[in-house]
């Protein structure tokens, strides 16, 4: 069996058949030992190990990229493989899929993995109350049974020619099934690393698990620790004086004191992450049509890349597509900063001018306060008067993301643009955080299900592309910029040639792929 990138995947159309097997590549120069000390943003006080309420690199690096295993991994190089399945195929239309599971896999209190952990871990996501925002990925499946002990069967509701992809989702880790409140509680997983210690928005230590299904493959650090420090400023200190051996989210202001030092290099790659300004479509003003394209050309988006990311990353096309998906639209233009625009779209909407409100903070993303200042400034030609509100950091994704009409915020991006829609578009899925629905474009919700089940290549580009141009001329989102993940690690750490563009610090899973110089 061999692994398939997901080109390979979307264009053989799901064909009945094994579609992917595990294969972690060896890594000749990798070598056990030592300690990996990561200085992480995007904790809160909040955090648990229930992967339902993960949305920032803290949890996600610390649960799918350490404590816990998934059914499927997207590699560094976009390659699908399997974690804890080893091969899957599917019906001929895409609804129904088989998975094989690993033998021989333990949890860490020492239970056997089998088909009723993947069966109970997912249904978790569709129980009543459950805000998971991988509901949308369970809530498609129709009928989960076990075939064996080792086997699964998923039944769809439409086909879907990505599925293998969505089981990736960093949400839908596996825990013991009859035993997961005790699995949330204390974090007990079957990833290679098992938890020393755990406060939540402060630290996390992990210890490597011996005997393990990817041992020689994966996981050359004896133990983690993972330090929130939200502040930029803090993490970047923290990695001059050598308190930690890796960040996230450098601040480009001062990337030239880490480029000065010896000790540590940058590393930078483009992917599909972008910011974002998304308002709530359901609430006035922002349910007008026209005074959303009016906030549209009051962005100057390149002065936005120029100032902002300092040219690490491109200029957005309000749609959450990006360069490294298959269908991102190259050719289609983003809309263009015109204050007389604005206004023309203001007076349409019966307005002369617009006061509202932006809340931001750079919790949502780095320089989202800057950014905001900079939409203020842009925006006044054109009548729209934005109040800029700073908001704390701690709690903002509990307390401003998703409450309030106006605010900043983050998307890593996906690695299929259903996946993406599916995630943030598709109407009543939790983290639509513009309430996009049937109210704003019926078509666009048709297209969504069309092009899911879509397994000709060709038909799938221009179902897509409609949907990218829909969301650039009347969408809730404004997505002003793409940005490029940029990070910086000690030179005692090695790391593979190809890193994760997926999420940051290699999709997350920076414990597992790196190792001690």
Same mark, same amino acid.
């Given at each position: ?47 648990? $190990? ?35 399945? #080893? ?9 129904? $899929? ?14 056997? @993995? ?33 075939? #064996?002990?080792?086997?699964?069967? @998923? ?52 210890? &490597? ?76 003003? @922002? ?43 190259? %050719? ?104 996009? %629905? ?33 969301? &650039? ?21 090695? #790391? ?22």
């Amino acid at each position: 069996m061999t692994t398939i990138s997901r080109r390979g995947l979307l264009t053989t159309g799901a064909a009945a058949g094994v579609l992917a097997a595990s294969g972690l590549p060896l890594r000749a120069a990798a070598k056990r030992g030592g300690r990996l000390r990561a200085g992480l943003g995007g904790a809160n006080t909040s955090d648990s $190990w229930d992967g339902r309420t993960h949305s920032d690199l803290f949890m996600i690096a610390s649960a799918q990229g350490a404590v816990f295993d998934g059914l499927t991994e997207i590699q560094a190089d976009g390659t699908l493989v399997g974690e804890l399945a #080893t091969d899957w195929e599917a019906s001929s239309d895409a609804k129904t $899929w088989t998975f094989n599971l690993r033998q021989g896999v333990t949890f860490h209190n020492g239970k056997a @993995f089998g088909a009723d952990d993947v069966i109970e871990s997912l249904q978790l996501h569709v129980a009543e109350g459950a805000k998971s925002a991988a509901k949308p990925i369970v809530s498609a499946i129709t009928e989960m049974k076990k075939i #064996t002990d080792h086997q699964v069967q @998923f039944v769809l509701e439409n086909g879907n020619a990505d599925f293998p992809y969505l089981m990736s989702d960093y949400h839908l880790l596996m825990y013991p099934a009859g035993q997961i409140e005790e699995a949330i509680a204390n974090g007990i997983g079957t990833g290679m690393y098992k938890v020393k210690s755990f406060n939540p928005g402060v630290r996390m230590v992990a210890t &490597r698990v011996d005997s393990h299904y990817k041992d020689g493959k994966a996981g050359w650090f004896d133990e983690i620790e993972y330090i929130a420090i939200n502040d930029n400023t803090a993490r970047m200190n923290a990695l001059l004086t050598g308190q930690v051996d890796a960040i996230n989210r450098i601040d480009f202001k001062t990337e030239a004191l880490l480029k000065a030092n010896p000790n540590v290099r940058i590393q930078e790659v483009t992917g599909n992450q972008h910011y974002t300004f998304p308002m709530l479509t359901d609430v006035a003003p @922002f349910n007008d049509v026209n005074v959303r394209r009016a906030l549209k050309h009051g962005i100057n988006r390149q002065e936005m890349v120029d100032k902002v990311l300092l040219g690490h990353g491109a200029v957005g096309k309000d749609t959450p597509i990006g360069p490294a998906n298959q269908y991102f639209a190259h %050719d289609m233009e983003a809309p263009a900063y015109d204050p007389d625009k604005a206004k023309f779209y203001l007076k349409e909407a019966g307005l002369d001018s617009i006061n509202i409100d932006l809340s931001a903070s750079n919790a949502a993303f780095e320089g989202a306060v800057d950014a905001a200042q900079l939409y203020q400034a842009s925006a006044k030609p054109g009548g729209i008067n934005i109040n800029v509100v700073q908001e704390p950091a701690d709690g903002y994704w509990s307390n401003v993301w998703l409450k309030k009409g106006f605010c900043a915020c983050y998307w890593s991006g996906r690695a299929t643009e259903d996946w993406m829609f599916s995630t943030a578009y598709e109407a009543g899925v939790p983290w639509n955080d513009s309430q996009w %629905d049937e109210k704003d474009s019926a078509r666009f919700q048709e297209l969504l299900i069309t092009a899911r089940a879509e397994l000709d290549s060709n038909k799938r580009r221009d179902q897509y592309t409609e949907m990218q141009q829909i969301l &650039r001329d009347d969408g809730g989102v404004l997505v002003p910029m793409f940005a490029n993940y940029v990070q910086a690690v000690s030179n005692k750490i090695a #790391t593979a040639d190809t890193v994760g563009n997926l999420w940051q610090m290699d999709n997350a899973r920076m414990a597992e792929r790196w190792w001690n110089a």
